[in-house]
Every structure is written in C-alpha cells, then in structure tokens.
C-alpha cells in the first residue's frame, strides 16, 4: 500500500479559514445531494400515470423513499437514467460528466486525512481512492472556494432540470413543522 504520509499518529489541526472554507465545501456537498433527490422525485413524478391505484403508488413512494440512503455515485446514475427518460432535457452528459467530477472532489474532502505542507496556505489531503489513486496535490482555501462554487453551480444546473418537468420537488417531510 502506497504510504500517504506522516504516522497515523500525528494529527494536524487546520487553520481557521482554510477549515470554514472545507466546511462550506462539505455543505455544498449536501446540499447537491438533496437537489439530486428531489430532482430524481420530480423527474420519476412527471413521467407517473394519473390512474395509479393507491398500491402502485405506495410501491413507488417506497421507492423513491430509499433514495435518502443512496451514495452521491448511485444517486447520479439514477439521475442520469431519469434524464434519459425525460423528453426534452439538454445536457444530460454536460450535468452527468461534471457531477462525476464533484463526486470525486466530495470523497476526497470529505474522507481525507489532512496534513501541512512547506507552504502554510496549503494542505495536502491524505486520500487513497478506491482505485488506488493517491491525491499528491495540496489545496489552498481560495482552491475550495472554487470546489464550492462549481458545487453549486451544477446544482443549479440539476434545479433547472426539475424546473423543467414542472413539478418543484417536494420532499417527503417538506410539510411537517
């Protein structure tokens, strides 16, 4: 196994502002991941018959239940499937493809080991992906500002998608206080 840096030891606090700028990436993260479901539910909703008899409609709100338990990666292949399924859509592997790319900067952020580097306005992320792939580039907090951003602009992108199907993505729980 590739050695990814110091001793397991040797724990490394982050400086203030480069530690606020991981959190706002992580919440970005969340964020998308919620936008991607509700836009999986308006998609899957739109495409429904009107005539469902109250069991089919239980079997797909069952469905559509246990996407809070799906991976960031399962949630945009079913994305992808669903915006195949929809007519009209634009985009679809633009949105996909740079999904993709967020999915991957989500899991190393969010499953790093963080460790200083010679330049102090750098840290380097401790991460092997499932691949094998070691991150040997340090980011700096102007590096996940910019992570953040692109974060949220495919977001909107996904939210223009469920815009587009004319059902604004009500989530189970949306009505309860």
């Known amino acids: 196994m590739a050695r990814i840096g110091a001793a397991p030891e040797s724990y490394h606090g982050l400086p203030p502002d480069f530690a606020a700028a991981l959190g706002q990436c992580v919440a970005a993260f969340g964020w998308l991941e919620e936008i991607i479901k509700r836009t999986l539910y308006a998609l899957d909703r739109a495409r429904l018959a009107d005539d469902l008899s109250e069991a089919e409609l239980q079997h797909w709100l069952e469905r559509i239940g246990q996407l809070a338990d799906d991976s960031m990666g399962t949630l945009i292949e079913q994305l992808d499937a669903a ?95």
Request: with cysteine.
């Open 83 to 177: 915006m195949r399924r929809h007519p009209g859509l634009r985009e679809r592997n633009q949105i996909t493809e740079r999904l993709a790319a967020i999915k991957l900067m989500r899991n190393l952020l969010c499953h790093a080991s963080w460790r200083p580097t010679e330049d102090p306005t750098r840290w380097h992320p401790a991460f092997v992906s499932t691949r094998g792939h070691v991150q040997d580039k340090a980011l700096s907090t102007p590096e996940l500002e910019r992570i953040r951003q692109d974060t949220i602009e495919i977001g909107m992108r996904v939210l223009h998608v469920m815009r587009a199907t004319g059902i604004s993505g009500y989530w189970a729980g949306d009505d309860e206080d």
